[in-house]
């Protein structure tokens, strides 16, 4: 059964008190809620995988804007600890990527891969920054 990505993230955004917002069928935005009253952007986005000719679906958040002072060798050791998310460089900012097919994918498991998204991006942004930004 294929997802589909707008009536999901509507429905979720629902669910956890967050905001959805959406750029268009393959794009959308969910403002999800965390502790201490705090709130993180996460962008769902539907995306061809060339390699293996299926729609994957990608959730990202950003944590800061890149800069060469970033450490970034530890912080791929740290994603090692993770359980969906990376830290990937896109559009000159450091940000948090979970991807996942739009197929077969359990729905727990994609709500846990935008949690985890979002509670990554704002705890490395603190701690990066020492702000809460995005």
């Known amino acids: 059964m294929t997802m589909d990505l707008v009536s999901f993230m ?7 008190g967050g905001q959805y917002s959406s750029y268009d069928n393959i794009h959308s935005i969910i403002v999800v809620p965390l502790e201490g009253g705090r709130f993180q952007s996460v962008i769902g986005t539907i995306k061809e ?7 994957m679906v990608t959730f990202t958040s950003k944590v800061c804007n890149y800069n060469a002072n970033l450490p970034l060798k530890s912080l791929l050791e740290q994603s090692s600890l993770f359980n969906y998310g990376r830290f990937i460089i896109s559009d000159n ?9 739009m197929e077969g ?3 727990r498991s994609i ?13 490395y942004e603190f701690k990066l920054t020492g702000a809460d930004v995005h």
């Open 111 to 123: 709500k846990e891969m935008i949690q985890e998204v979002a509670n990554l991006a704002d705890q």
């Open 93 to 101: 900012y450091l940000q948090i990527e979970a991807v996942a097919s």
């Open 105 to 107: 994918t359990p729905e």
């Open 49 to 55: 995988n060339k390699l293996y000719s299926r729609n």
């Open 10 to 16: 509507k429905s979720y955004a629902d669910e956890i």
